[in-house]
């Protein structure tokens, strides 16, 4: 099993729809957890962050997390076509180790 | 402007060409990254300098090589490349351990010919 598996998509959804993204990681000792957004031909930008069990709310995004079921998801409510990009999941591991990355699920927002 | 620059934001070279890649991060950080992008692939971490101590991805060919002169500087070092090697390098810093919030640069476009 890979260490931070998504889907790779494209996932595409209307424009303001819900647009979920999913993400399953294999350490269960894992407690810091990023959704990180990447335009094309761009480098990637922090969304969010999460670090306990539960919904995170900023702005029109949400990420869940359940440590249980070692998921985390990001909810982009009333997409907008600016939302289509690539959506990367890191995960950190125990110790001090550097984040380990998903390989990202690309979303169309289409208008 | 962005806390971590990185320079050049393109370069075209030869296979038998040395450049070298720079990345400066002005937010304080303790850990740099270099990380490697090609299409269709996930970010590959190809070195990590955290508090002076380099940690490195083994399978990393040795035609590239890495230098921290200083916690806020990280250059790669590149030799004899493969047109394989064409990628987006990304550069990044973290505070306070290798787990935390990573923050990338802009990246560099590398197109070896």
């Known amino acids: 099993q890979k260490e931070v598996e998504q889907n790779s998509g494209p996932l595409s959804v209307p424009e303001g729809a819900i647009a979920s993204l999913n993400c399953t990681y294999s350490?269960?000792?894992?407690?810091?957890f990023f959704w990180y957004r990447q335009y094309s031909g761009k480098s990637p930008e922090l969304i969010m962050s999460?670090?306990?069990?539960g919904d995170k709310e900023d702005g029109r995004f949400t990420a869940q997390l359940n440590k249980a079921s070692q998921y985390v998801s990001l909810l982009i409510r009333d997409s907008q076509p600016s939302d289509s990009a690539t959506y990367l999941c890191?995960?950190?591991?125990?110790?001090?180790?550097?984040?380990?990355f998903g390989k990202g699920t690309r979303l169309s927002v289409i208008a | 402007e962005t806390g971590v620059t990185q320079t050049p934001r393109h370069l075209v070279m030869g296979m038998t060409n040395k450049k070298s890649l720079k990345c400066e991060q002005h937010l304080g950080h303790n850990a740099m990254y270099w990380y490697k992008q090609s299409a269709k692939k996930p970010l590959e971490l190809m070195f990590v300098?955290?508090?002076?101590?380099?940690?490195e991805n083994n399978s990393v060919p040795s035609r590239f090589s890495p230098e921290c002169p200083n916690s806020s500087h990280l250059f790669l070092h590149l030799h004899t490349l493969q047109p394989e090697d064409s990628a987006l390098y990304l550069c990044?810093?973290?505070?306070?351990?290798?787990?935390?919030?990573?923050?990338f640069g802009e990246g560099s476009w590398l197109t070896v010919v």
């Open positions: 350490d269960r000792g894992s407690q810091s």
């Open positions: 999460i670090y306990s069990n």
């Open positions: 300098y955290s508090l002076e101590e380099r940690v």
């Open positions: 890191a995960v950190n591991r125990e110790g001090n180790t550097p984040l380990v």
């Open positions: 990044a810093s973290s505070q306070s351990g290798l787990g935390n919030t990573i923050y």
